[in-house]
């Protein structure tokens, strides 16, 4: 069974920083596309961040460029992503998920991810 396990939400301030990991279990994502969103309290869910190590493609929202910073470890079967200067209106619950469609391009497309962790709270105060 595959499973996503988010970790590394907490609450922090303004300008702070956090470290989310996901690990996946179940099976070996080598190829796969991982991807990183959140969901803030009333909103949408919204894309964050994406890799593909086989490749190097990242893609990152315009909202977090320059602040965030997604990466993996395949041997680990773990996918980071380090948040620098959080701001309040990055308060949400962060889920990664991944595509297992190895020839797709870096996307944001929330339709095409095949599996979701349950996420992990991030509180940013000001």
């Known amino acids: 069974q595959v499973r996503l396990a988010e970790s590394g939400g907490g609450l922090v301030q303004a300008g702070g920083s956090l470290r989310l990991s996901c690990e996946v279990s179940?099976?070996?994502?080598?190829?796969?596309?991982m991807g990183w969103f959140r969901q803030a309290p009333g909103k949408g869910r919204e894309f964050v961040a994406a890799?593909?190590?086989?490749?190097?493609?990242?893609l990152y929202a315009d909202s977090v460029k320059g602040r965030f910073s997604i990466s993996r470890d395949t041997a680990k079967n773990t996918v980071y992503l380090q948040m620098n200067s959080l701001k309040p209106e990055d308060t949400a619950v962060y889920y990664c998920?991944?595509?297992?469609?190895?020839?797709?391009?870096?996307?944001?497309?929330?339709?095409?991810?095949?599996?979701w962790g349950q996420g992990t709270q991030v509180t940013v105060s000001s």
């Open positions: 998920a991944v595509d297992l469609n190895i020839y797709s391009t870096v996307h944001a497309n929330t339709n095409e991810y095949d599996y």
């Open positions: 179940g099976r070996t994502f080598s190829g796969a596309l």
């Open positions: 890799i593909r190590s086989t490749t190097g493609s990242i």
